[in-house]
T-cell receptor, first 111, second 111 residues
């Protein structure tokens, strides 16, 4: 019973393609996030949604578009993939003031 | 200057050793503090929250020094299974939802 689940776990694609990563949490949390961990292992927030509303939008290229159909789901769509987009993308969720739970990560490789 | 700074290590210690990590943060208005653990190719997992009065969880002790803006983690009686990357995390002044990660300190515990 994975609390935060994201798919796919691995994604290999060509530059210029469009891809999506899906995330679902069954913890009843109101807030969901996307984080990016690059090759230097630095983990940085990209987006956060609270009850389907965008509350954090870091300086991320607009090729990245999050979508939250309901508070248990937060998907990430990436257009026109670039080499620099290669990273591990972590979905996460939390309640206010409570620790954040992370998904297992989606490893994206752009060739 | 990075918002959260850590010595990347690696710290290479024998089993049973005591090891300490420090972390400094730049924003004096940061509100919440955590240590996360990340195993190789896995997601970050909460190790412990850090409280102003200091707190202990088994072999792990966390301390917060707001005046000097640093956080520490002490691990006593190191186990092989403690080998991982330890991430110092603070929340931003603007939003308690936004976790700001240090780049991590790598610990290797040898037999």
């Amino acid at each position: 019973d994975t609390a935060v689940s994201q798919t796919p776990k691995y994604l290999v694609t060509q530059m210029g393609n469009d891809k999506s990563i899906k995330c679902e949490q069954n913890l009843g949390h109101d807030t969901m996030y996307w984080y990016k961990q690059d090759s230097k292992k630095f983990l940085k927030i990209m987006f956060s949604y609270n009850n389907k509303e965008l509350i954090i939008n870091e300086t991320v290229p607009n090729r990245f578009s999050p979508k939250s159909p309901d508070k248990a789901h937060l998907n990430l769509h990436i257009n026109s993939l670039e080499l620099g987009d290669s990273a591990v993308y972590f979905c996460a969720s939390s309640l206010p003031g409570a620790p954040t739970s992370f998904g297992e990560g989606s490893r994206l490789t752009v060739l | 200057r990075k918002e959260v700074e850590q010595d990347p290590g690696p710290f290479n210690v024998p089993e049973g050793a005591t090891v300490a990590f420090n972390c400094t943060y730049s924003n004096s208005a940061s509100q919440s503090f955590f240590w996360y653990r990340q195993d190789c190719r896995k997601e970050p997992k909460l190790l412990m929250s850090v409280y102003s009065s200091g707190n202990e969880d088994g072999r792990f002790t966390a301390q917060l020094n707001r005046a000097s803006q640093y956080i520490s983690l002490l691990i006593r009686d190191s186990k092989l299974s403690d080998s991982a990357t330890y991430l110092c995390v603070v929340t931003s002044r603007e939003s308690s939802y936004k976790l700001i990660f240090g780049s991590g300190t790598r610990l290797l515990v040898r037999p």
